[in-house]
T-cell receptor, first 109, second 116 residues
């Protein structure tokens, strides 16, 4: 069983739609990261969370530590948001990240 | 915005050859990592490096792999005798700190290694 599970695996949306990507994890964590991977392959860090909620522009990330669950929301989605969104966690007593399989988002005009 | 720089961006090598992938982490970062992503799969941890030594490594990181920080700025991953299954995108990452206070990770743009 994967320690980090994401849903959905694939997501298509029309421009302007509200997007939610979910992440569940099975290990105790120190921090959870949301990352974005573009078709060229590069990975960009979006958020790091250990509790609560963070917002950056049209992106919002929330985490519920008790339920071991996090969500990434995109408001007013745009075609340039098309990418793979990856959830990754750092568990206690380690400095490595454990990655989810990613959610491929396509936003159409 | 400081960047993690990886070179080359793409390398093609014959099976059995040695390859060295290079990374220049952000200058004030203390923890360095190599991850890999086989095409269509998730990103996997290879090795972490702190204070000039390996702090953790995965099962993938066998005797064919080694890491070095030869000059205080470059961070290299060497694969001694490449196999077809080593074909993947290799990412270098660095962070200022982990533990009591977490910092974000910065990833390089990756080296696509193709073993033929």
């Amino acid at each position: 069983k994967n320690e980090v599970e994401q849903s959905p695996q694939n997501l298509t949306a029309q421009e302007g739609e509200f997007i939610t990507i979910n992440c569940s994890y099975s290990v105790g964590i120190s921090a959870l990261h949301w990352l974005q991977q573009h078709p060229g392959g590069g990975i960009v860090s979006l958020f790091m969370l250990s509790s609560g909620k963070k917002k950056h522009g049209r992106l919002i990330a929330t985490i519920n530590i008790q339920e071991k669950h996090s969500s990434l929301h995109i408001t007013a989605s745009h075609p340039r948001d098309s990418a793979v969104y990856i959830c990754a966690v750092r568990s206690y007593n380690t400095d490595k990240l454990i990655f989810g399989t990613g959610t491929r988002l396509q936003v159409f005009p | 915005e400081p960047e993690v720089t990886q070179t080359p961006s793409h390398q093609v090598t014959q099976m059995g050859q040695e390859v060295i992938l290079r990374c220049v982490p952000i200058s004030n970062h203390l923890y360095f990592y190599w991850y890999r992503q086989i095409l269509g799969q998730k990103v996997e941890f290879l090795v972490s490096f702190y204070n000039n030594e390996i702090s953790e490594k995965s099962e993938i990181f066998d005797d064919q792999f080694s890491v070095e920080r030869p000059d205080g700025s470059n961070f290299t991953l060497k694969i001694r005798s490449t196999k077809l299954e080593d074909s993947a995108m290799y990412f270098c990452a660095s962070t200022k700190g982990v533990g009591a206070k977490d910092y974000g990770y910065t990833f390089g743009s990756g080296t696509r290694l193709t073993v033929v």
